[in-house]
């Protein structure tokens, strides 16, 4: 079975100011989103599938999902805020989802077949979907625990010049297999040439600019989704009653690493990661697009 892409395109953008998944930033007006979607294709996915929001639904499908039908199967999947296991339901002031994982379950009905989970305003590079595309036809077997994957960055080729992000800090062992990753937010580089950021309860630390990050990039068989149920359940019991708590990937991962429920080979990859967090980070965007173009590693217009 060809995988299928999962793409989360559901943020709120409210770092960016707008909805940066429909900002045009090829040539042609191409999104980022675009060029994801493309070289999926060319990686051999056979459906992809857009984590999206109710409230921008047609305009993402006249503006993305129109381009690529035809090409590949297209399917959309909406996060909703009381999408909720039984027995739960939303605090009184909670105004937004859940977080990274549940954006992943809200496709859970759309996914039949191993699938890579990617976010909508991440240039990933052709190689990362090639590698995860290798992965997948590689993989071993479920032989009492699942294998999963993750394409690593270093720290250093993630970071923005206009501003704090939040990455999943990664630690390997010489097999490639991810041992921890922790989510880290508000990293920034300081003027002392030192990363730091803060850990998820409130403790500040410094991160080396070589450690592997993950970019929400992973490679996942349909098991994780019944995985990540159970994680997300256990979540809301102890946090779901916080405004502002959520529920990420990275988390999920590493509570079944440590419960040996699964293990995830974190792939090296040769493209270049570059993303949109701020509207300064746009034009780093649109001038490394446009050189990839003139490379002739991408056709113009894409589509």
Not at 20 to 47: C, N, W
Not at 54 to 72: C, H, P, Q, S, Y
Not at 246 to 275: H, M, Q
Request: charged letters at 25%; glycine letters at 10%.
């Amino acid at each position: 079975m060809k995988p299928t892409l999962l793409v989360l395109a559901a943020g709120m953008g409210s770092r960016y100011g707008g909805l940066k998944q429909m900002d045009p930033m090829g040539p042609h007006g191409e999104t980022v989103l675009d060029y994801s979607v493309f070289d999926a294709i060319r990686a051999g996915f056979g459906k992809v599938v857009f984590v999206i929001r109710e409230d921008f639904a047609d305009a993402f499908r006249e503006t993305v999902g129109a381009r690529f039908a035809g090409r590949i199967e297209v399917a959309y999947a909406f996060q909703k805020l009381d999408d909720l296991p039984e027995g739960f339901s939303v605090p009184e002031g909670r105004q937004k989802p859940w977080g990274t994982a549940h954006a992943v379950r809200a496709a859970r009905h759309e996914i039949q077949g191993p699938f890579a989970v990617v976010n909508a305003d991440d240039f990933y590079g052709a190689n990362a979907y090639a590698v995860v595309a290798d992965w997948f036809a590689k993989h071993p077997g479920n032989d009492g625990k699942e294998h999963y994957a993750m394409v690593g960055y270093p720290l250093r080729n993630t970071l923005s010049e206009h501003g704090s992000v939040n990455r999943g800090i990664c630690e390997t062992t010489p097999e490639s297999l991810l041992t921890d990753v922790e989510e880290v937010v508000e990293i920034a580089l300081g003027d002392d040439g030192i990363a730091r950021g803060t850990r998820i309860g409130g403790d500040l630390l410094e991160v080396a600019l070589d450690r592997p990050v993950s970019m929400n990039f992973w490679g996942f068989t349909p098991s994780f989704l019944a995985q990540l149920e159970t994680h997300f359940t256990e979540f809301l019991q102890e946090k779901g009653s916080e405004l502002k708590s959520e529920c990420y990937i990275p988390t999920v991962v590493d509570d079944l690493i440590r419960k040996d429920l699964a293990d995830c080979t974190v792939l090296e990859t040769s493209a270049n990661w570059f993303g949109v967090t701020y509207p300064d980070d746009k034009p780093h965007v649109v001038a490394s697009i446009a050189a990839l173009v003139e490379n002739g590693d991408y056709p113009s217009p894409l589509v």
